[in-house]
């Protein structure tokens, strides 16, 4: 069936999201079409803005809308411990935790030769240079329990060891294969506890 | 166990098809390119959640349809249960009593089928893959925790193989350092999966043994020797193990960069069967390799007996006219009144044995089963 120009090009915007096909997208464009014009608009404002006004903390590349993040400007918090996860998802899981107080490093990414994806192409560069300048004493290793996320904490803990600076890892109450992300509060305090050195 | 009904929906030539099986020996006859084989492949993937005849899950739906679901009633001494699998363009689906099944190696083991086919007289004579093929697919089905490090080794391997392709021909220093890690990680999930492998073969040793001489008429010895590409032996525990798989990657180091392939590990172990002494890969007649086979088929029954204390399914598809008379009493006696079993022959000719005629007998004609007896 042909659609109007206005729209498909709405269909077409709906599929670019993750998890969301033709029928999907042409449900949702149809229910934009009933709206209120201002629940429309506000819903426009907000997609533009999350994207104009957040960027990626160029200190732990969490995301944030100011930069440094809030995390980093925080003095309050341990400045003395770093947890390196993979993706910011994580940092707001670890965040709803409420039992650590340290400082983030967020990876966007694991090591895969078959992906294609090195140590350079994560911000593991980065992460060097942070250890280097700051009074940084224990780097939390909490990549995700999948091969790449375990690889990628085998390998920080080969880089970082000679430089004297202690590394752990969590304890995987965690499911293999599983994401950070899913894993609830407890299972996630519980792992933090049990971290184990590298 | 026991298989209650069967059901196939949109399933390879098969559009609907239902069958209550009420017998132990059910025999299935039919001309060629009629059914006979896609049906044993139906219960194959009921087991296994794959074929045995292809990678591709999406040949097993029926052309022009765009799902194929088998489903199925089996009665375990623990109970009855029914099982399912549901392949579409998106994927597969598993289900035991309704209830999808997160992970493949959560479904696997649900039933147990053991499949003689012509290929696996084959298992002998026929090139090393097939027989680690055997050990793993035999493992895996009663031990889910042996497919779960079966599929780590098989991932990391993969990694590991792109990296070694990336660092030729120069490496540079995190790319050595990166294969270190990936070394580490092989090594361990390798142990994981050799330990196992010298205990299957411990179990099923004395009974592929057995078998044979009986079938041998006492005059042949039949032994089962696992020939690792690393200095590993058996009695050797997991760490030992470990270290001594991450030696050899070590000693082929620059070996496996020029080639860009990992070279040992168990990927590339080898099953090694003598009779009497003498490897009959190399030396065993055809008739000597064909009996060897049926001996470890047979054997295989046995131990998941022994190790789940019931009898799998068996699928004995085209094989019967392949064996000669005294094979086939031999294969028909030993399962006689405790293995289900669905037989598949295009003529009656050649299965004349006394077991086949107490079996239930069905027609498989262009995707339908007819019960004649
Ligand atoms: N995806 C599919 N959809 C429909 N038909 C299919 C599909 N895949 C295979 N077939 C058909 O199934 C038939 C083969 O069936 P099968 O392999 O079970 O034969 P068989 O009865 O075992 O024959 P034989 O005695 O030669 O071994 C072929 O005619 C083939 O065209
Ligand atoms: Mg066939
Ligand atoms: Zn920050």
């Known amino acids: 069936m042909q659609y109007p120009a206005p729209i498909s090009k709405l269909i077409d915007g709906f599929m670019k999201l993750p998890g969301i096909g033709p029928k999907t997208a042409s449900r949702l464009a149809f229910y ?34 100011t930069d440094p993040c809030r995390i980093c400007d925080d003095k309050e918090r341990d400045q003395t411990v770093v947890c390196v996860v993979q993706d910011s998802k994580d940092v707001i899981a670890m965040e709803k935790m409420r039992e650590y107080s340290g400082l983030y490093h967020v990876l966007r990414g694991a090591i895969s030769p078959m992906d294609g994806i090195g140590p350079e192409d994560i911000n593991i560069p980065d992460l060097l240079k942070r250890l280097q300048d700051d009074q940084i004493q224990e780097v939390i290793v909490a990549t995700n329990p999948t091969i ?3 690889a990628t904490a085998m390998y920080l803990s080969r880089l970082i060891k000679p430089t004297g600076i202690k590394v752990t890892r969590i304890a995987h109450g965690l499911p293999i294969g599983g994401d950070l992300e899913y894993a609830d509060e407890v299972t996630l305090s519980k792992a933090m506890e049990g971290r184990r050195e590298l | 166990m026991h298989i209650d009904t069967l059901y196939l929906k949109q399933f390879r030539n098969y559009k609907q098809m239902g069958l209550d099986v009420d017998n132990t020996i059910n025999l299935i006859l039919g001309e060629n390119a009629q059914g006979k084989t896609n049906m044993m492949e139906a219960v194959y993937v009921l087991a ?10 999406k040949e097993l739906i029926q052309w022009e349809e765009d799902f194929a679901r088998i489903e199925a009633e089996i009665s375990r001494k623990t109970g009855p249960l029914s099982l399912e699998v549901i392949i579409s363009s998106r994927g597969k689906k598993t289900k035991v009593n309704g209830l999808e099944q997160r992970k493949l190696s959560e479904y696997i083991g649900a039933l147990n089928v053991v499949m003689f086919a012509p290929e ?14 055997f050990i793993d697919m035999e493992i895996g089905q009663i031990s889910p925790v042996y497919l779960h490090n079966l599929t780590l080794y098989q991932r990391v391997l993969k990694q590991r193989n792109q990296l070694l392709k990336n660092m030729f021909p120069v490496p540079d220093h995190e790319q050595e350092m990166m294969l270190d890690v990936l070394t580490d990680q092989l090594a361990r999930a390798a142990a994981q999966v050799i330990v196992r492998r010298f205990s299957f073969l411990r179990m099923l040793a004395p009974w592929s043994q057995d078998i044979h001489r009986q079938i041998s008429r006492e005059k042949e010895e039949l032994s089962l020797t696992y020939v690792p590409t690393a200095e590993v032996s058996e009695g050797m525990d997991l760490s030992m193990i470990e270290e001594k798989v991450k030696e050899k ?7 496996e960069i020029r080639r860009g392939v ?25 008739g000597q390799q064909r009996t060897a086979a049926l001996s470890l088929k047979l054997a295989e029954i046995e131990l998941i007996n022994d190790n789940i204390g019931e009898y799998p399914i068996l699928l004995l598809d085209d094989v019967l006219s392949e064996l000669d008379n005294h094979r086939q009493s031999h294969l028909l006696h030993a399962i006689e009144g ?35 007896k």
Not at chain 2, 48 to 57: E, I, M, P, V, W
Not at chain 2, 263 to 280: A, F, M, Q, W
Request: a positive charge; proline letters at 2%.
């Open chain 1, 32 to 65: 934009v079409l009933d709206m209120k014009e201002d629940d429309v608009l506000e819903f426009a404002k907000s997609l533009v803005n999350a994207k104009r006004d957040l960027t990626y903390c160029s200190v732990c590349h969490h995301i944030t809308d």
């Open chain 1, 148 to 150: 790449e996320g375990e």
């Open chain 2, 48 to 57: 296994f959640a794959k074929s045995h005849r292809t990678s591709k899950d």
């Open chain 2, 120 to 133: 696996d007289l084959n298992l002998v004579k026929g090139g090393p893959q097939l027989r680690r093929r």
């Open chain 2, 249 to 255: 990657l070590m000693q082929n180091r620059q070996n």
């Open chain 2, 262 to 286: 990992t070279l040992s590990g168990p990927h590339r172990d080898e099953l090694s069967l003598c009779i009497n002494n003498k490897e009959v890969q190399t030396f065993g007649s055809q």
């Open chain 2, 338 to 372: 405790k293995v289900q079993t669905f037989v598949t022959a295009t003529g009656v000719n050649g299965v004349e044995h006394q077991t086949l005629k107490k079996a239930s007998t069905y027609y498989a004609e262009a995707g339908t089963l007819r019960q004649v």
